[in-house]
């Protein structure tokens, strides 16, 4: 953090103090020694880099959500523009150069994620409904455009992107990478740059900082198009993972970018969030399906333990929060 | 409009050099025939104020005067609807609180407006980040912060986020923020109502500070004491408009409650005739909290009289209060009600039982600001005015609720009117309606009039009596120490979450209160 002391660790109690503030991370390491000892499969190089492949599309998604939930908002539509976006993808690059389909597609997230953030911050609309709202419309708007089924990649730039999605540098899966790098630019924007206070001072207290002169509207705006713009980037990933573009792509995946925030230690109301634990929060979500599979788990009871989790680390958190 | 906030600075500092003190006028500031509508609801008639450079400049006036609204208008909040704002020679005009502080005009609000989850170094320069650079210097920040707030006499670590900040300390960084850039006119909104005797001499000091280096200064306070011995001038507003300016040195506390109120007042406490019972009907004994710090606190109430907590910030006042009434848990000890032991596990328990309790924070603990009157009143207690299936009675809950806003003359337009929007003087008296509708024992209210102006505090106390005189035992909580030997039988000092002493009425004196609050014995 740019301007917290760091002299909390050494005094009287820190050390109790320092355990609950980062109790995400320790939640973590706890379930990371506690798959280690359920299976010897999990510590291998094929298992973690799946594992690391699995989550970075819903982690990127997870990012995106945190700055509009650090506003004090919601964004229900992401998993939706996965969809619309992934296909539209897919259509570009089978149509145009590879950067072209790139650039294409984030500028359109960006855009899809501006219609939102117009409506919620100069038509005052609330976050849930207007998002709802592009939810719905944008997931429609897959089928239509790709006419209800995938859309298979066949020009060379796809079979790059297809290449590179499923490759690794230096043994970590490329897509991990650059979920891992928005990461950092994101925890960086928040803690030491401008643009992330005031996006954190927003949601801490939105008349004081418009009566300081901040335009909360602009911010408010922003952080719905970086969404939209980084569920592109998601999508592209998610595509170029299985060389298609899907209308069934990112179905509920917004809940899992929700449930993945305040894991990590988010307040739904906003002002209190940190990119570093956000990313715990989706290692440990994804560390739990893991896990279960591992142990042959059905897909319904993992959902359960899911819930169960979300649960336990929210009341960790406002345990936290009392001392 | 941009051109214009961005030209005045440089405009102005030239004219500070040169005309400081030879302008035309003998006053930095002049509000010139000010008239402010919301609606139909005429706030500002008319109304003139004129400030010197250096000098403090109280305001003052009931709740609902318009002295909150005039501060607003000069600061940028809200746009006059008549009149002139001239400051050094020009007219202005501030659209925003922006324009307001590029002025040189800065406000410190009763209401604190900071950032929870920034630094105070941040809350301090927030209009810095606001101004869209992309890049902050935090180093320069965060020391020039840290000089300001040693500058001001307090020790506060800037890179602290202000969500883990004391009251007092959030109060120091809210002045600390509205002194941040080059002010001219520093307006503060009842600033004390946190501080104790000596934060409050601190500001105190820093103001005559600033004074010397000729800020003016425009100071709101309902404490007259507190104007008599620091302000050069007083200005005084009644309904809008303005009854009288005069200096201080000529004025006394009289005239100035009759200009505030338009009536002579020959007693701030209502004399009050009430038989007090001869057995008591409340008592606590050896009453311990689990997670605060009352201990062992034993004492009784009778009928019919008022009992006068009064003890230091943190003695354990509200504490106890809250222990009383179940909104905290109990270790140990007994709470008895006329005679039978009570085993009050929440509040639901206390009221069922007929004890109220009015909090210090009504915003927050007191009144359903969202709600109507009328509503706030109903709460409590639905059952004398719904039928078995919960369905209200309008007619029923209309009546009840009528009467009450009628004995209590909570001045409002009508029942339907929302609490949000009262003075907080007439919120307070919701909160107090509430368990009058209910026909509370025992009524225990924490800091009746804080934030409250004069004429009002007589109505709370009338109040109050009315309340003993039907036979209710009333503890009052208070810090303000002509208020608690005005109206307590009897008063009880708390000393670290328990009972150190207790005055009869003839030993009532503020040297004997301040003894027992810090733990000394009475001079014998």
Known sequence: MALTTKHQLFSPGGLIKFLIKYNTIFIFVLLLIFSAMISDVFFTSINLSNLLKQVSGIGIISIGMLLVILTGGIDLSVGSFVALLAVTFAIMVNTFILPVAIVITIISGFLLGSVSGYLVAYQKMAPFIATLALMTIARGMGFIYSKGSPITFKTPGGEFMANFANNSFLGVPNIAIIFIVIVVIAQVLLYYNVFGRLIIAIGSNEEASRLSGIKVNKYKFLVYAISGALAATAAIIVASRTNLGSPNMGMAWELDAIAAVVVGGASLNGGKGSAVNTLMGVLILGLIGNILNLLNVPSYPQQVVKGVIIVFAVLLQRFEDKH | ?524
């Open chain 2, 1 to 524: 409009m941009q051109l214009n906030t961005t030209i005045p600075k440089l405009y102005f500092n030239l004219e500070n050099d040169i005309d400081m003190n030879n302008s035309e006028s003998e006053y930095r500031l002049e509000m010139n025939g000010i008239s402010k509508s919301f609606g139909v609801v005429s706030v500002l008639k008319n109304v003139n104020l004129k400030v010197k450079h250096g000098e403090i400049h109280a305001l003052i006036g009931e709740n609902g005067a318009g002295k909150s609204t005039l501060m607003k208008i000069l600061s940028g909040v809200h746009q006059k609807d008549g009149g002139q704002v001239v400051l050094n020679g020009e007219e202005i005009n501030p659209k925003n609180t922006h324009e307001g502080q590029l002025l040189g005009i800065s406000v410190v609000y009763q209401e604190l407006s900071l950032v929870n989850d920034l630094s105070v170094a941040e809350n301090i320069y927030l209009h810095k980040l606001g101004a869209n650079k992309f890049w902050m210097n935090w180093k320069k920040i965060t020391s020039d912060a840290g000089k300001l707030i040693k500058s001001l006499g307090f020790d506060i670590n800037p890179a602290a986020i202000v969500r883990d900040l004391s009251i007092v300390q959030k109060q120091v960084v809210e002045i600390a923020k509205a002194l941040s850039e080059d002010t001219k006119i520093l307006v503060l909104d009842e600033p004390t109502t946190v501080f104790g005797p000596t934060d409050t001499q601190k500001l105190f000091d820093n103001l005559i500070r600033l004074k010397k280096e000729g800020v003016s200064i425009i100071y709101i306070s309902h404490h007259l004491e507190e104007i008599f011995k620091i302000a050069d001038t007083v200005t005084v507003l009644k309904d809008g408009v303005e009854t009288g300016s005069k200096a201080v040195s000529e004025t006394n506390t009289d005239e100035v409650i009759r200009l505030m109120i338009g009536r002579e007042l020959k007693d701030l406490y209502p004399v009050r005739n009430v038989k007090i019972s001869e057995e008591p009907i409340f008592s606590v004994k050896n009453l311990t909290a689990k997670d605060t710090l009352v201990n062992n606190v034993s004492f009784s109430v009778h009928a019919g009289e008022v009992l006068g907590i009064a003890g230091l910030g943190g003695s354990g006042r509200t504490e106890t209060a809250k222990l009383i009434f179940g909104a905290d848990k109990k270790k140990s000890g007994t709470i008895t009600l006329g005679g039978i032991d009570l085993n009050i596990t929440c509040p639901a328990k206390a009221v069922k039982h007929a004890i109220g309790f009015v909090s210090e924070d009504r915003k927050e603990e007191g009144v359903f600001l969202p709600l109507s009157v009328g509503r706030n009143i109903s709460v409590t207690n639905f059952k004398p005015i719904s039928n078995k299936f919960g369905f209200i009675y309008s007619a029923k809950e209309i009546a009840n609720v009528v009467g009450l806003i009628d004995k209590l003359s909570i001045k409002t337009h009508s029942r339907n009117v929302i609490v949000e929007n009262l003075s907080g003087g007439n919120q307070q008296k919701v909160a107090l309606a509430k368990w009058l509708s209910i026909d509370s024992k025992i009524i225990i209210i924490d800091e009746p009039t804080r934030g409250v102006d004069v004429g009002a505090k007589i109505e709370i106390y009338n109040l109050i009596n009315e309340v003993a005189r039907k036979g209710v035992g009333v503890i009052v909580i208070s810090s303000d120490m002509p208020e608690i030997m005005g109206i307590s039988d009897r008063i009880l000092v708390m000393h670290k979450g328990t009972i150190f002493g207790e005055l009869p009425k003839e030993k009532f004196s503020e040297e004997n209160i301040l003894r027992y609050s810090i733990g000394k014995n009475l001079k014998s």
